[in-house]
């Protein structure tokens, strides 16, 4: 059973930065089975948003032109933790941020439809 445990959230100022972990347990990042990891974000009234994907060896990265530039995301293979650091947060980057896993293709995107495991979210509060 594949977990997945978000934490680092919290309020900060704009301009601030904040770095979200993400725990995974029941899989082994240094597999040698092609997967997904990504994070997620869903602000009130909003849609979720794919944020930033990696795959499994790190040489594939997305990220969303919303946040490109602020954010970075990155993975420890021994500690089997995903990563987001997020800098010159703006209010609009409030928001619940989720972590996902898709664990069948070597393509990673950001579209939420592929990912098959989610955590159930850290919060961010930027305020201005």
């Known amino acids: 059973q594949v977990q997945l445990v978000e934490s680092g959230g919290g309020s900060v100022q704009a301009g601030g930065s904040l770095r979200l972990s993400c725990v995974a347990s029941?899989?082994?990042?240094?597999?040698?089975?092609?997967?997904?990891v990504a994070w997620f974000r869903q602000a009130p009234g909003k849609e979720r948003e794919g944020v930033a994907t990696?795959?499994?060896?790190?040489?594939?990265?997305r990220v969303a032109d919303s946040v490109k530039g602020r954010f970075t995301i990155s993975k420890d293979n021994a500690k089997n933790t995903l990563y987001l650091q997020m800098s010159n947060l703006k209010p609009e980057d409030t928001a619940m941020y989720y972590c996902?896993?898709?664990?069948?293709?070597?393509?990673?995107?950001?579209?939420?439809?592929?990912?098959?495991?989610w955590g159930k979210g850290t919060k961010v509060t930027v305020s201005s």
């Open positions: 990696i795959d499994r060896d790190g040489g594939s990265i």
């Open positions: 996902a896993a898709d664990l069948r293709r070597w393509s990673c995107s950001l579209s939420d439809s592929n990912y098959g495991y």
């Open positions: 029941g899989y082994t990042f240094s597999t040698n089975r092609w997967y997904c």
